[in-house]
């Protein structure tokens, strides 16, 4: 699959798409007045209301915008959802999926380059290294659009040259004064109440609501406590398994009226292997952790979360410099450490911060981690769409007003608690260290009192598609087969991997073993996710100071492993020309190449053999078959070694 149709909600534009030029929108985006949600969505608001992308700030969105001759494109101010540019002479494009457009590129000639030292670092052993830390991505040609600058192009010129530029800001430079520190709480309480309102209104029972026992989803609670809302009616999720997160979320409950509910909400499904598709599509070589997208397009559903809460305090606890000199320690000599260094330099330098400011960490997370953690919005929308109110630029001002003891002591989340809703800011915590201080108390402008909210509540047009008729109340992509797809896909990757010098030979299949042993499938799949980062991205590389070693073309490829006395295996065509869309598999099990098993020709291109206690498993092979199914004489065939992953 090349790029779905842009109702997945990846969108891409670029100097080889003249002929289908229009505007596009992913997410949910939230003006003075009115609630845009997904493609249909933004069609509407545009007709009614003349904007550029510039009057656009505040949700969970990406947009490109054609006006005339020109070209807008960005994303929301805190970066939730991320765009991908590239730029050379005369040609450009850009995409809110880094492998789309990286595909996008080579199928138009363009000769990319492997960057080897934003693809080491996801080797160190830290959750920072889950990410992308500077605007550089796995190819070098490729860049991220910061979540404070926009993107302009002007097509009408001889030599189109993008420019980027400032559309926002995320420092915590300037002061602000106390009365502006509370205007802006109270500002930012009432917009958000106000939306939280509209769109438990537009969605119904199609909406959930996070609560857990630290800050930030309590802080999402006080927002719907304030905004009016029967909090009795409302879908409150918490994890059972986290006993001490479901007694804080219960006892929140009981004070202020609802219940623990855990109800599922009715989504899209979609198979698995484009479940597996969209998750290359959205995480692929900027996100490592592996989670499996539900549906093929963005849900009809929506889900609050308290993401960006550590936008707003310290989340690492160290400046950078100090960060750069630790990774030098646990990696002495080696090019990681130095690829580290680099990319934190540059990193900063196009941040114009400095790497040992107090809250060099806090700014760096700000425009990176949180962007890819709890960002990458076209791909969360498969899931359900997310509602995340502290993703805000009002609370980035607000942060100004407040001294470093004070942000690392939460006094914002303090101050909002006291002015929504008062009665949450003194309930228990599932940690004691999450409890505010008596002094953060003393220093808020709202110990004596607040102002009523009520007042300031709006009402909010919602511009949205209908719900669609082809729901399904059961995914089809359950997570064993979407495992079983992202094995294949591991030990297919895996020369082409290893090919640039980054992994050892034996990676691939230790890190398949953990995935079929794990408990913990995303984290056991981390290594795994990278190794197939590397492999697509060494595929797609023309060229580069490390080529990588190319194995010759398979028309027809099959991957096996055994995993006790279980034998899979997974058969793809590289190339459908050669038989035509229409195709049909087979195998054969062969143990010391005699002929165990048969799988007969069907249009299923995996197959599961069982082992007797009589077969030698030790010299185990899988014969696959493919033929064109109106003309059987057209057939390929090859055979493999069954990989064993105990």
């Known amino acids: 699959m090349y790029l779905p149709d842009d109702t997945s909600g990846f969108i891409l534009a670029s100097s080889w798409t003249t002929a289908s030029r229009r505007n596009q929108f992913s997410g949910i985006c939230y003006t003075d007045s009115a609630i845009i949600i997904g493609s249909w969505g933004y069609e509407r608001y545009s007709q009614q209301t003349p904007h550029n992308v510039r009057d656009l ?35 450009w494009a ?71 530029l400032p559309c926002g800001d995320l420092s915590n430079e300037g002061f602000v004064g106390r009365d502006e520190y509370v205007e802006t709480l109270i500002r930012f309480v009432a917009r958000s109440a106000s939306r939280s309102a509209a769109i438990v209104r537009h969605f119904g029972d199609r909406a959930c609501f996070d609560i857990t026992g630290g800050q930030d989803s309590r802080l999402v609670l006080a927002l719907l406590a304030a905004s009016g809302i029967e909090l009795s009616e409302l879908n409150f999720l918490s ?35 484009t479940a597996y598709e969209m998750w ?68 900063f330098a196009e941040l114009g911060q400095d790497t040992d400011a107090p809250d060099s960490m806090m700014i760096h997370y700000r425009h990176f981690r949180s962007r890819f953690h709890f960002g990458r919005s076209a791909f969360r929308n ?10 805000s630029p009002d609370l980035i001002h607000a942060t100004r007003h407040l001294s ?93 991997a290893q090919g640039t010098g980054l992994f050892p030979a034996n990676a691939a299949t230790k890190a398949a073993s953990k995935i079929v042993s794990g408990k913990r499938f995303t984290a056991d799949a981390k290594i795994a996710a990278h190794i197939i980062s590397v492999g697509e991205i060494a595929t797609l590389v023309a060229g580069g100071a490390e080529p990588p070693r190319q194995a010759p073309r398979r028309p027809l490829k099959v991957q096996a492993w055994r995993v006790g006395s279980l034998v899979k295996a997974y058969a793809s065509l590289a190339d459908a020309s050669a038989l035509g869309n229409d195709v049909e598999y087979a195998f054969y099990l062969k143990a010391n190449h005699e002929r165990q098993a048969t799988r007969w020709y069907s249009k299923q291109r995996s197959v599961e053999f069982e082992l007797d206690g009589n077969t030698d498993a030790g010299n185990l092979q899988v014969q696959g078959f493919v033929r064109a199914t109106r003309d059987p004489n057209k057939k390929l065939s090859t055979i493999v070694a069954v990989t064993t992953l105990d």
């Open 382 to 391: 498969l899931n359900s769409l997310l509602v995340t109110p502290l993703a």
């Open 280 to 347: 290359k599509l959205g995480n692929l070589g900027v996100y490592y952790p592996v989670y499996a997208a539900r549906g093929q397009v963005p849900q009809h559903a929506v889900h609050f979360h308290g993401a960006c809460g550590e936008c707003y305090r310290d989340y690492y606890g160290a400046t950078a410099a100090t960060l750069v000199k630790n990774i030098n320690r646990q990696y002495p000599g080696q090019a990681l450490a130095a690829a580290y260094a680099d990319k934190m330099a540059k990193a």
């Open 239 to 273: 994890n059972r398994r986290y006993e001490e997160d479901y007694k804080v979320a219960s006892a929140l409950g009981e004070v202020l009226g609802f219940q623990v509910r855990n109800k599922q909400v009715r989504l899209a499904g979609t198979t698995a292997e």
């Open 94 to 164: 850009v995409s809110n999926s880094f492998l789309a457009l990286a595909r996008h590129l080579v199928q138009q000639g363009v000769r990319l380059t492997a960057d080897y030292a934003t693809l080491r670092l996801p080797l160190i052993t830290h959750s920072m290294a889950q990410q992308l830390l500077s605007n550089d991505t796995g190819i070098q040609e490729i860049r991220v659009l910061p979540a404070d600058r926009y993107l302009r192009i002007q097509l009408d010129r001889p030599a189109v040259r993008p420019e980027v």
């Open 404 to 496: 470093r003891e004070a942000m690392t002591d939460s006094q914002l989340a303090l101050d909002l608690l006291l002015l929504a809703c008062p009665e949450l800011a003194t309930l228990p915590f599932d940690t004691h260290d999450k409890a505010f201080k008596d002094e953060r108390f003393a220093q808020s402008p709202f110990r004596r009192g607040r102002p009523e909210i009520a007042p300031f509540l709006r009402d909010f047009d919602v511009f949205c598609g209908p719900a669609p008729t082809w729901e399904d109340s059961t995914s089809a992509s359950k997570q064993e087969s979407f495992r079983d797809i992202l094995l294949n896909d591991l030990l297919d990757k895996a020369e082409a």
């Open 57 to 91: 700030a505040e949700g969970r969105f990406s947009v490109i915008r054609f006006d005339g001759n020109r070209l807008e494109a960005r994303v929301d101010a805190l970066g939730q959802d991320i765009l991908y540019y590239f730029h050379q002479g005369d040609a």
